[in-house]
C-alpha cells in the first residue's frame, strides 16, 4: 500500500502558497491514513461491489459510518430524520472541518462516477486529520450525505442546519485527469409525465389519446428551442415508460429531464422556456401534464479560492499534475448539490483523476474506480485534503 509522504523544507520552499500546517503535522497526518490505507481500500471496494441508488444506502451509509466509529468519531446515524445520512464526529476544537461522503450509485451503472473513492477519500482524510485534531485545535466532522445523484440530499441536509456549525467544508471527486476548481451547472431535476387515454390503434383510434406524441412534440420543441439557447444552457433527458403495446395507443408516457445554466438566475429564466416546450406536447394532443421536482435545485458553485490554492499546492507535492488536455477535464462542469453548501459554507470540491480512456457515467469509469490506480488516488486524495484543511485551519482558526 501507499506509504506516508514525508514533507521537507525544500518542497515546501518551491511551492506557493506557503502551507501554514507545520511539516511535523502534514507527516502525522499522511503517517496515519498510510495506517489505515488497508482499511480504506476495503472501505472503496464493499460500495463499489455493492451499489445503491439515491435515498436507499442503507447498507452503504452504515459501513462507511462503522470505519469512523472503529476510529474513534461519534456516530450519529440516523441524522436530521434521514435515514441513510450521518454525522460522525472527533475533537472539540472551536475551528469545525466537515468533510463531505457520497455513496449512492447510478441506476444500472453502479459506481460509474466513483463515489465509492469519494467516501474512502473524505474518510481517510478525517481519520489523518483527527490525529492532529488537539494540536490544531480544531473537530473534524464526516457527514455522510445521501442522494448527490439527483436527489439532493446535501439541500435536504442543509436546509436541516446539517451544516451551520462547518468553518470549512471540502470533498473530493474522482474524474478522468486531476482539476482543481469545480464549475458546476446550476440544474433543476424534473419527472415528467402526459396523461391521454387508451385505445386500439387499429380499430378505434379516434377514441384514443396519445401521450407518446406529446412527448415527441415536447422532445421536438426543446432540440429546435436549443438553437436560440445560450452555450452556458444544458437540456438533456430521457423517457423512461412509453407505452405499453404497439397497438394500444399510450395513455401515460413518463420521463426524467434535466436544465443546467451557468447560475441560479439563469436556470430561473431558462425553465420557463422549457416548461413552454412540454406544455407545447399537452395542448397540441390534448394530454395532461404533470411537471414533479425530483429535488430542489442545485446550484453553482462558490469556491474558496484561496483553500483551493492550498490543495493545488498540496496535491501537486504528491506529485498530481494538473497540466492536462482540457478536452478530459470537463468533468468539473458536473452538478452538484456541493454548489448548495458551498453558498454558506467557505468550500473545495476538487476533482482527482483515476486514468483510463472511460469519463464518468460511463459503465467502463466504475472499473477505473477499483484497482491499483484508483488505490494510489485514493491514499492521494485523502491526504491532500486533509493537509489542506490542516493548512485552512492554521489560518484561519
Not at 52 to 68: C, D, H, K, M, N
Not at 133 to 150: D, N, R
Not at 182 to 196: D, K, L, M, R, S
Request: with cysteine; glycine share 10%.
Amino acid at each position: 500500500m501507499s506509504t506516508s509522504h514525508r514533507v521537507n523544507d525544500t518542497e515546501a520552499e518551491n511551492h506557493q502558497p506557503p502551507a501554514v500546517a507545520s511539516a511535523e503535522v502534514k507527516d502525522g497526518i499522511s503517517s496515519r491514513i498510510a495506517e489505515v490505507a488497508d482499511r480504506l481500500v476495503d472501505l472503496s471496494n464493499s460500495l463499489h461491489d455493492d451499489p445503491e441508488l439515491g435515498w436507499q444506502e442503507f447498507r452503504s451509509s452504515t459501513t462507511v459510518a462503522q470505519v469512523l466509529k472503529d476510529q474513534g468519531f461519534s456516530v450519529e446515524q440516523p441524522y436530521l430524520d434521514l435515514e441513510t445520512a450521518f454525522r460522525a464526529t472527533y475533537g472539540i476544537g472551536a475551528f469545525t472541518v466537515g468533510f463531505l461522503a457520497e455513496y449512492d450509485a447510478l441506476p444500472g451503472l453502479g459506481h460509474a462516477c466513483g463515489h465509492n473513492l469519494i467516501s474512502a477519500m473524505s474518510v481517510g482524510g478525517a481519520v489523518g486529520l483527527a490525529q492532529m485534531a488537539g494540536e490544531l485545535g480544531i473537530t473534524v466532522e464526516v457527514i455522510g450525505t445521501p442522494a448527490e445523484e439527483g436527489g439532493g440530499g446535501k439541500i435536504e441536509l442543509l436546509e436541516r442546519g446539517a451544516f451551520a456549525e462547518l468553518d470549512f467544508a471540502l470533498m473530493a471527486h474522482p474524474a478522468p485527469v486531476d482539476v482543481a476548481e469545480a464549475e458546476p451547472f446550476a440544474v433543476a431535476h424534473w419527472h415528467i409525465e402526459y396523461t391521454g387515454r387508451a385505445a386500439h390503434a387499429a380499430a378505434y383510434p379516434e377514441r384514443g389519446i396519445n401521450a407518446n406524441d406529446a412527448f415527441l412534440i415536447a422532445q421536438t420543441a426543446i432540440g429546435l428551442l436549443r438553437q436560440q439557447l445560450p452555450k452556458s444552457v444544458r437540456v438533456h433527458g430521457v423517457m423512461t415508460n412509453g407505452g405499453e403495446a404497439p397497438n394500444a395507443i399510450p395513455e401515460k408516457t413518463e420521463g426524467r429531464w434535466y436544465v443546467r445554466a451557468e447560475s441560479m438566475d439563469e436556470l430561473l429564466a431558462t425553465e420557463k422556456r422549457v416548461i413552454d416546450c412540454f406544455e407545447a406536447g399537452a395542448l397540441a394532443t390534448g394530454t395532461q401534464l404533470t411537471i414533479t421536482p425530483e429535488s430542489k435545485r442545485y446550484s453553482e458553485m462558490r469556491t474558496d479560492e484561496s483553500a483551493l490554492d492550498l490543495y493545488r499546492a498540496n496535491a501537486e507535492r504528491l506529485g498530481r499534475d494538473f497540466d492536462v488536455d482540457p478536452a478530459a477535464a470537463t468533468m468539473n462542469r458536473a452538478s452538484t448539490d456541493m454548489g448548495n453548501v458551498s453558498q454558506i459554507v467557505d468550500a473545495i470540491h476538487p476533482y482527482i483523476g483515476v486514468g483510463g480512456e472511460a469519463s464518468n457515467h460511463q459503465a467502463a469509469f466504475a472499473d477505473s474506480c477499483v484497482g491499483p490506480t484508483a488505490e494510489k488516488t485514493l491514499i492521494d486524495g485523502a491526504v491532500a485534503l486533509a493537509w489542506t484543511a490542516a493548512d485552512v485551519a492554521a489560518q484561519r482558526r
